[in-house]
């Protein structure tokens, strides 16, 4: 096992390696199935996480070092980190190797539509980042739900929207031109929905939400640094004002191991037959 001290110690610490005969003969369980070597490992990774052994945000081995300790190629000592990924116990940072991942964001849907609100009340540093900003042709179904007219220009942000160093997600908002004039001069790394109330007096009072699991696309994995078709999440927000009028539709592209989502719904107030 090749044990990885905290940033605390500042240096690197291997014990000695599994012998490759020891770890093919414990990847037969009890009952004769045979476990994928990279998952056997896995755990045993996983299982000095738990432990302690490794703190949130302590570098992990390097894939030559994990492939030479325990005997396996590199392809599957990427794939010991790839499917820990998934599990997300580990997060990858480019050209610098994998990491521990501390706990996943509690976002709470019924705080805020702000991912900065969210990210702050949970005591993380969030970072926006934006990768184009402008105006752009709007399907028919995108146009209908904005309540804007055929001629209407329409307002898209698209950012990368990041926990610390961690990339959570891509998001990419719609709105009038007609409801935000000047907006895109704005500083759009901040708070969208801030610059809305302080600017424009438009206050984000409901919000209409469909969550959705899905791969994430070539472009959104490669902006948030994970594999091709890694698992995501997909939001999809219809923001309303204090008047009732839609404010923007905001759609976006989560890592699935980056956050959980939770709504309260009080059931005693609704009508329920």
Known sequence: MIQVPSKRAGSTQRKAARPRSTIAARRVSDSGDVTPIYRWVGRLIAAQIQSGAYAADDQLPS???LSEAYGISRMTARNVYVALQSDGL???HNRRGWFVAPPKLHYALMRSVSFLSNV????????AEVI???HM????WLMKRLGAGAREK???IRRRLSIGTRPAMVEEMFMPEA???GLLQAELDKSISAIWEQQYDVHIKRS???ISGRQLSAEDADILGVEVGFPGIHLDHTMYDQHGMVVAVDIQHWRSDIAEFSIDVDFGRLDVT
């Not at 702050?120 to 970072?127: D, F, H, T, Y």
């Not at 042709?137 to 028919?140: E, F, G, I």
């Open 90 to 92: 580990v997060y990858r």
């Open 137 to 140: 042709d709007c399907p028919a």
């Open 208 to 210: 209409v939400a469909t």
């Open 154 to 156: 329409i307002i898209t």
């Open 132 to 134: 184009r900003a402008g």
């Open 179 to 181: 409801r935000f004039p």
């Open 63 to 65: 894939e030559r070092d």
């Open 120 to 127: 702050q009340a949970e005591g993380g540093m969030p970072l």
